[in-house]
């Protein structure tokens, strides 16, 4: 299967690919911050994205779905870009995501963007989900809690050999927390070396980025020069413009 | 130069009393082009520099503004605007603007001048839009501006005259996109207005011409043929490299001999090596200066001002100073590297001596063998008086659809209207009217085949069908995106406080990309601003560095001011190595070099291409010899790797310079069908799968998409306040080129990077010419030719872009580090 083995406060879990988190044992399949109409929130704004986003990230989850068929499936949070998202998807994706939904029992987590999904969708709303020796929850709590498993912070890490480097979306764990990449097609992303992400670690910790065809591993901490990245245009949000610019 | 007699009559008499006031005689170009004027036509002047070419420009306008009638006392004036003047550089429109109230204070002609650039407060630029002064000096970007307010129709309703200054170094860019359509636009408001373009000497004026919509042609006089010297030794020229190390005690005597130098180089990283090496040798502490693009603009207007004031030696510079304002007290230029085009050599042999009448000095300093045979392609061009013509490009998708925004903001337009008008301006002459219209549908809603975005569109119909814009937040965005120049992201480098920790401030000594800083570790020294420096680390939005005095510093490899070889150039290179009965102009050993290649391999006629495979090491090589520049054999080389990856041949990389390319494998290449090898059809479905995911075709995608308004242009500073709208044009590119892959954006991206980076065009016209006219040679050593090759391959970094490959060899060393056992673990683990 594509995807790296880890344990995580004695859970045996599969980091996907595609950026999913697969938890065999309970057949559960987590999304985090899949960000649904981002592009239509920006063209409301006068910056006309290319409106395919909200299938592009669908698409890809069903992909995802029928390689697991997993009985439960979660969304980490940030679901919908904004409030008002899910009324602007038009039917055909509307459709997609109420096949989606009927497949499996949802469990949908509140994110900063979605208080609450839409009613349509079905499913269990929660703040947090406890399961096993894991915790789900949208944002990284303030106090350490073994077994956490959050979204919300986008990660990202450059990795540099041989003076190229690549960017890429990666998850990242120390054995006793995780946070989840972002899944949407344009969600942006924050680096490992901004103390939003590294702060949560108080030791070593990995990195697991998310290629073509599989998950590699990579230097976590004492790399930050080589993850470091401002935000641009170019590549993602900083911590400041994430929390002014993809809230609500 | 004593003009005619009866030709002074063309000047009033305050002008006249004023010229020989000053004793001189007006030019034969400039008295033309007052006759010129008189009759209302356009005129290019193309002359040398240093033919009072600007007075010239402004002659005209200053004669017709001298004979308006005097203002009435205690009526406000109702003056117009008259001449617009329009340069490259601010700073050029600054210094012109001083230049000309000479004159005009000491003739007491009642005219205002006044500049506009980016640096002009808002209260005066908005005084300007109503009270304009007589005379405006500005660049493409604010005219852009200009266009685009409210106020334009009636700002420009009285204009005389339109003065275009170095057009031969905008005509045929992505600026002169943005300044073709701002000229189809003052057409409209201002039919009766002349145009004057100023150009250096070009080898076709007729694209200039067409480019100002029509003129005639004046020529100034040419000036003294220069004095062109090679430095070459007859006992060493190095193989490869680009720094002249060997030649820097001569180049400092150069120095030495003359009054004030000119030192150009090519890129930023060997202005900084130059500078380094000259001040190695300069025991006698010369004045030498540095000047370039990512210096801090106070560090450059430092270098600019003591240059002005003649107290420097000599100054070492990239194209930054190659148009600009003029310094009366260069005598000498020394071009180190290779001169990459005729035309440029010309401009910047241009920069010395501002008297027509005694010939400009200059020194070429050939870095490598393949330069030696540049520099004397380049200098038998010059003195035969042959310039490289320039492909003409074709007027961005891109920068039309900023053009069509601006219109839409200054007031509602006819769509028919517009695109009569855009087609009016020559790089747009070809422009359809379906792509018109599609760039109109994309300004207005992102033009995708789903029509998702209709209510939100930016510009809406009006009742009678004209465009108009639907918000005036739209107008304000369009303000804050105007111009073509992206940079890419520049990161600041702080020279840290000594005994202070790294983020308590500094010194800004400069900028860097982004990408070149990311690559640096805490303790890494490299080359910056004239100093070894020792990266410290990154606080805030800043590089922290201290001086240091490592020899072996790395230096910054920027990517700025590396523009290729000209074709034109790369022909005369090709023809000079195919004759030997020339080769005796060269150094004994270059000739030595090519007459061992002749006996090794073959030396390729002219139309021909040679491939060369021989085995070195372990590894397999082929390397081939297109001569057309840096970016077209990268491209040749991405392609190439492709090919030979599906027949198996096993390639591991791949190094380019402007001459060859070399390619190296597990396997044999020597066996293949060359013809089919580079057959055309490469530019196909290979280069389609290649662009999918190249870094290279992704940065000219997000420069496109800024460019053209779909995605917010990134100020300094702007980020910090988390305003800005942020997300990966990367991933937009991919989500678009999934769904839409004919998008008009997808449309302005690949035409482009076929001109620009990817060089396609190029490459494109090579594989035709060289189709069936291969020769292959295998060899079983690595041949003459092919050496300079190989050299940079350990020099460059391989060329080639982060593939996934970097994922897996960064897990695996990151898994060897953390399996391996040496010594001090093995003590640890023994206690």
Known sequence: MEGTEIDLNGERLVLDVSGALWWPARAMLVFSDIHLEKGSSFAMRGQMLPPYDTRTALKRMQAVIARHAPKTIMSLGDAFHDRDAAERLDADERAMLSRLSQGADWIWITGNHDPAPPSWLGGEIVEEYRLGGLVFRHEPGVFFLPGEIAGHLHPCTTVTMRGRSLRRRCFVADGARMVLPAFGAYA???????????????????????????????????DYHSARRKASDDSQPSRMAMNTVESP | MLARAEDT?????????WFAARGWAPRAHQLALIEHAMRGESVLLVAPTGGGKTLAGFLPSLIDLARRPPRRPGMPGQRALHTLYISPLKALAVDVARNLEAPVAEMGLPIRIETRTGDTSASKRQRQKTLPPDILLTTPEQLALLIASREAPRLFENLKAVVLDELHALYNSKRGDLLALGLARLRTLAPAHRTVGLSATVADPKPLIDFMGGGELVRGLAGAAPRISILASDTYVPWAGHIARYAMADVLE???RAKTSLVFVNTRANAERTFQELWRLNTDNLAIALHHGSLAPAQRRKVESAMTRGDLRAVVCTSTLDLGIDWGAVDNVICIGAPKGAARLVQRIGRANHRLDEPSQALLVPSNRFEVLECEAARDAVMANELDGERLRVGGLDVLAQHVLGSACSKPFDADKLFAEVTSASPYAHLSREDFDKVVDFVATGGYALKRYDRYARLRKTPEGKWRVSHPRVAQQYRMNVGVIVEDPMIDIRLQAKGRPTGAGGRVLGQMEEYFVEQLAPGDTFVFAGDVLRFEGMHEDAAYVSRTHDPEAQVPSYNGGKFPLSTFLAQ??????????????????????????????????PGQLLVETFPRGSKEYLVCYPFEGRLAHQTLGMLLTRRLERLRMRPLGFSANEYALAIWALRDMGGLNMDRLF???????????????????????????????????????KEKTGRQVTFSSDLIYDVLREHEPDHILLRATYEDAATGLLDIARLSEMLARVKSRIVTRRLDRVSPLAVPALLEISKEMVAGEAHEDILREAEESLIADAMRIDEKSCERGRN
Request: proline residues 6%; glycine residues 8%.
């Open chain 2, 254 to 256: 150069a120095i030495k």
């Open chain 1, 188 to 222: 942006g992303g924050l680096d490992l070396w901004e103390p939003a992400i590294h702060a949560l670690f108080q030791g070593a910790f990995g990195a697991y980025v998310l290629g073509q065809t599989r998950v590699y591993a990579a230097k976590g901490r004492g």
């Open chain 2, 679 to 717: 057959d055309e059809d490469m530019l196909g479905d290979d280069l389609d799968a290649w662009l999918a995911e190249s870094n290279l075709y992704k940065r000219t995608f997000r420069n496109c998409a800024i460019i053209a308004g779909l995605i917010e242009r990134r100020f300094p500073g």
């Open chain 2, 9 to 17: 009559s063309l000047l009033p008499q305050r002008f006249a009393a």
């Open chain 2, 572 to 605: 005369r290179v090709r023809e000079m190595v195919s004759k030997p009965e020339t080769w005796h102009v060269f150094p004994d050993p270059v000739n030595e070099w090519l007459r061992i290649q002749e006996w090794r391999s073959v030396i390729p006629q």
